[in-house]
């Protein structure tokens, strides 16, 4: 299926799962889609192991909680975030390193404090390696952490790579 790209969200600069500047993290891009779906793209190398040539467990279920929470960002204007209070995983295929994998994220309810959301966890075949729901509390950034956005070089990375829709 062809998901049209409406935008692109932002990067920062340590984070394990958008960090550009973490030398061991997973420098994700996340898209918008006109689904309502977040797209993300990333590249595992030989540090995210578990058992050789395997991707680790935890950091596909890293990647499926930040895709799902990032998810309800394209459903306001103000911006607000998830904070994981569920999580659940199912591993259905191993998980291959040096590979370029997407995670597909949505929103399945949301009430005025909480929201639910599921992903998947693709492998480059198209494959479902993972599959993941979870529950998270709204809140402002401002009440998670002391954020400073220009120190975390907080921003939209574009590229003339940046795709105009994503086959998934």
């Known amino acids: 299926m ?33 689904a309502k779906e977040l797209i993300a793209i990333f590249k595992t190398i030989e540090e995210h192991q578990s058992y050789p040539n395997r991707l680790h467990g935890g950091i ?35 998980i291959p390193l040096n590979d370029e994998l997407r995670v597909i994220g949505r929103i399945t309810k949301e009430g005025s404090r909480f929201f639910e959301g599921t992903g998947e966890l693709l492998l480059s075949n198209g494959d479902i390696a993972v599959t993941a729901e979870g529950k998270y509390l709204k809140l402002p950034l401002d009440q998670i952490a ?16 940046d795709p105009s829709s994503i086959e998934i």
């Open 146 to 161: 002391d954020f400073d956005r220009e120190e975390n070089e907080w921003r939209v990375i574009s590229s003339d790579n």
């Open 60 to 94: 596909a279920a890293a990647i499926l909680d930040e895709t799902i929470g990032r998810a309800i960002l394209m459903h306001h204007e103000e911006e607000v975030w998830g904070v994981t209070v569920e999580f659940k995983t199912r591993f259905k295929k191993a």
């Open 2 to 34: 062809r998901h049209t790209i409406t935008g692109k969200q932002p990067n920062s600069k340590m984070c394990l799962v958008c960090g550009m500047k973490n030398p061991l993290g997973l420098k994700a891009f996340f898209y918008e889609t006109d």
